[in-house]
């Protein structure tokens, strides 16, 4: 199975910028797309950002030109580079990662990460 490990949340003034990091450890051969999504307190957790493989990249209209995602797929890590954060950002960002194998030819399903806690205050 994956295990996915995030770091690089905290405490940000307006308009100030972070870089969340999520490491995926495990037997892995492939994931499919990795992204990032978010719950701030009350609401639902919500798409922030994923990538494919292929390099194939979705946002969600909210963080569209604020916020970028990539990924290094040789050490199975996605970033998400956040600028000009605002409060609305404050939230718990979480890893998740959807499909890939395994180098036993396992196929993976869809894990998350434990989260890392974003907070946007002057």
């Known amino acids: 199975q994956v295990q996915l490990v995030e770091s690089g949340g905290g405490l940000v003034h307006p308009g100030g910028s972070l870089r969340l990091s999520c490491a995926a450890s495990g037997r892995i051969l492939s994931i499919d797309i990795m992204g990032w999504y978010r719950q701030a307190p009350g609401k639902q957790r919500d798409l922030v950002a994923t990538?494919?493989?292929?390099?194939?990249?979705n946002y969600a209209d909210s963080v569209k030109g604020r916020f970028t995602i990539s990924r290094d797929s040789t050490k199975h890590t996605v970033y998400l580079q956040m600028n000009s954060l605002k409060p609305d950002d404050t939230a718990v960002y979480y890893c998740?990662?959807?499909?890939?194998?395994?180098?036993?030819?396992?196929?993976?399903?869809?894990?998350w990460g434990q989260g890392t806690l974003v907070t946007v205050s002057s």
């Open positions: 990538m494919t493989s292929g390099g194939s990249t």
């Open positions: 998740n990662t959807k499909g890939g194998r395994s180098l036993s030819g396992l196929r993976y399903l869809e894990v």
